[in-house]
């Protein structure tokens, strides 16, 4: 059974149809990726899911229960967290602040706090004082996912994670998202970065002007260059940015 099946969603920003169909599945403890250019709708359907983007048909189910159309914050209360791709931290606040905010917001209990954020992310225990706004790129994607992390998720949902971020930034971020993956966390991913995806994903979703154009494993893409090169060099029609 999956943790999480999206079955056939449609979605639009205002008249402007983004998503037509995507059906995707995710079992507990895999890290699935959706591959594509911008525009196709990777973040739309982040967004759906996590109910800021509520589908206008279809169904989300999450551990069995259809989702769709709940408030975000119920949605990640039940256990799916989301790190947007414009990370969204608060630059007037700390590092720690942030950390701790993100922690009386959660609503749920479980093995990730302050310290365990800090294990994973040690700069970040370095810079506990120092504001969000004065961060680095890379630093505010570690308090990003650092911060979602504190609601103690079940699925985390990466929007972009690598997205403007420098070579060694990208390589640790990569090392600290696959640690994540081997402690049994259900990893959601969509990234453009095709090196960055099949290093960490189990399964991936290509889509094609907001439509599901292949889904396989990620050893398939990884063996296949033709393929890989066939599906991900695309050209796509001029819309609005999914």
Not at 58 to 86: C, H, L, M, N
Not at 136 to 157: A, D, K, Y
Request: hydrophobic content about 45%.
């Amino acid at each position: 059974m999956s943790l999480l099946s999206v079955q056939d969603i449609h979605a639009a920003y205002g008249r402007s149809r983004v998503l037509f169909g995507v059906s995707l599945d995710i079992a507990e403890g895999e890290c699935v990726c959706l591959l594509g250019r911008n525009g196709v709708g990777k973040s739309t359907t982040m967004r759906a899911i996590m109910g800021l983007t509520p589908p206008a048909s279809g169904r989300i189910v999450w551990k069995g229960e259809d989702i769709a159309g709940w408030p975000s914050y119920r949605i990640a209360r039940a256990g799916i967290g989301f790190v947007p791709e414009d990370r969204r931290i608060f630059a007037e606040l700390s590092v720690a602040e942030n950390l701790e905010v993100a922690a009386r917001a959660a609503g749920r209990s479980g093995a990730w706090n302050t310290e365990a954020v800090y294990a994973l992310f040690p700069k970040l225990k370095q810079l506990a004082g120092r504001q969000g706004g004065f961060l680095s790129g890379g630093e505010q994607q570690m308090l990003t996912i650092g911060r979602t992390l504190m609601g103690n998720p079940e699925l985390l949902l990466l929007d972009e994670p690598s997205e403007g971020l420098a070579p060694l930034v990208v390589e640790n971020l990569l090392e600290q998202v696959g640690r994540l993956k081997r402690e049994g966390l259900t990893i959601l991913l969509a990234e453009q970065g095709i090196e960055f995806s099949l290093a960490l994903a189990d399964r991936v979703y290509v889509l094609e002007k907001g439509a599901v154009r292949f889904s396989g494993t990620a050893a398939e893409l990884r063996d296949n260059p033709r393929l890989r090169d066939e599906l991900l060099a695309l050209s796509v029609a001029e819309t609005p940015r999914a």
